[in-house]
């Protein structure tokens, strides 16, 4: 339950940072809910959009 003051933000952050569309209150059922779905999201929206050879990533892949 605690995830979700940590999470909640930090997904917030990865959002901002690559124009993502923003949900709080998803993020927060996700961080609450879900805490190693919400982890396994997050690395996974990372390691894509890190990787320069897919730099515009499928309109069906989406951070929930």
Known sequence: ??????RTPYR???????QLETD???DCCVSFWCPVCAL???SREIKYR???QYNNPPSSQFMV
């Not at 339950?1 to 940590?6: A, G, K, R, T, Y």
């Open 1 to 6: 339950p605690c995830s979700v003051f940590i």
């Open 12 to 18: 917030r952050l990865i959002r901002n940072k690559w």
């Open 24 to 26: 709080t209150c998803n």
């Open 40 to 42: 396994c999201q997050e």
């Open 50 to 52: 890190t990787n320069k």
